[in-house]
């Protein structure tokens, strides 16, 4: 079946450091993938986006990773910043099942002064 | 404001009550979503409407009655609802049938009582 699942529901790093944030998912069909920053009391926000012609795609401070044969996906957040606390979601989109997005649970980052 | 707007932000209802819940986007988006949030899951997709047609229903109980007027406002109709429905629920919208995010708002925090 699908899902799209995170390998850790918490991660606390110090102000400054880098932060990577791991996905998998499971339908080999998906063919985009978004991720999205949930701050407490909002609701989800566009981060990034790639699609799965492209293994890597960079935004500002925020670097996407695709890695299509072992179906993972990766965010990387450079010199994360107490802004950045909040629950980031991977999301994948297969075309041919009606353009729907499927969430995986979040992992909650949480940035330490 | 992300362009979609949902009201109530909170509502606490007891479980014979009915109330709707609505939301309202004007960024020329044709599709527009419902999807649930409880603590420690991720995101479950409730309903989806193309073009004010309801193109899913994810096994939703019928005590849930979405309705779509047009294409910029979607209504979630509530009755006999029952404490574990107690969760956010958030609206999203996009351009149908693109390969694009959705646009969420900030939600409804639904507590049954």
């Known amino acids: 079946g699908e899902s799209v699942g995170l390998h850790l529901p918490t991660l606390s790093v110090q102000e400054g450091d880098n932060s990577i944030i791991n996905c998998a998912y499971s339908?080999?069909?998906?063919?985009?993938f978004i991720w999205y920053k949930q701050e407490s009391g909002k609701g989800p926000q566009f981060i990034i986006d790639i699609r799965s012609n492209m293994d890597k795609r960079q935004g500002q401070r925020v670097t996407v990773l695709l890695n299509k044969t072992v179906k993972h996906l990766s965010l990387q957040i450079a010199a994360t910043q107490p802004g950045d606390s909040a629950v980031y979601f991977c999301?994948?989109?297969?075309?041919?099942?009606?353009?729907?997005?499927?969430f995986g649970q979040g992992t909650e980052l949480s940035v330490k002064p | 404001e992300t362009g979609v707007t949902q009201t109530p932000r909170h509502l606490v209802m007891g479980m014979t009550n009915k109330k709707s819940l609505k939301c309202e986007q004007h960024?020329?988006?044709?599709?527009m979503y419902w999807y649930k949030q409880s603590a420690k899951k991720p995101l479950e997709l409730m309903f989806v409407?193309?073009?004010?047609?309801?193109?899913e229903n994810n096994s939703v109980p019928s005590r849930f009655s979405p309705e779509c007027p047009n294409s910029s406002h979607l209504f979630l109709h509530l009755h006999t609802l029952q404490p574990e429905d107690s969760a956010l629920y958030l609206c999203?919208?996009?351009?149908?049938?693109?390969?694009?995010?959705?646009?969420f708002g900030s939600g409804t925090r639904l507590t049954v009582v």
């Open positions: 339908n080999s069909a998906s063919d985009y």
């Open positions: 999301a994948d989109r297969f075309y041919n099942q009606g353009g729907k997005l499927i």
């Open positions: 960024l020329g988006h044709n599709a």
């Open positions: 999203a919208s996009s351009r149908a049938s693109d390969r694009e995010g959705y646009t």
């Open positions: 409407y193309n073009f004010k047609e309801q193109t």
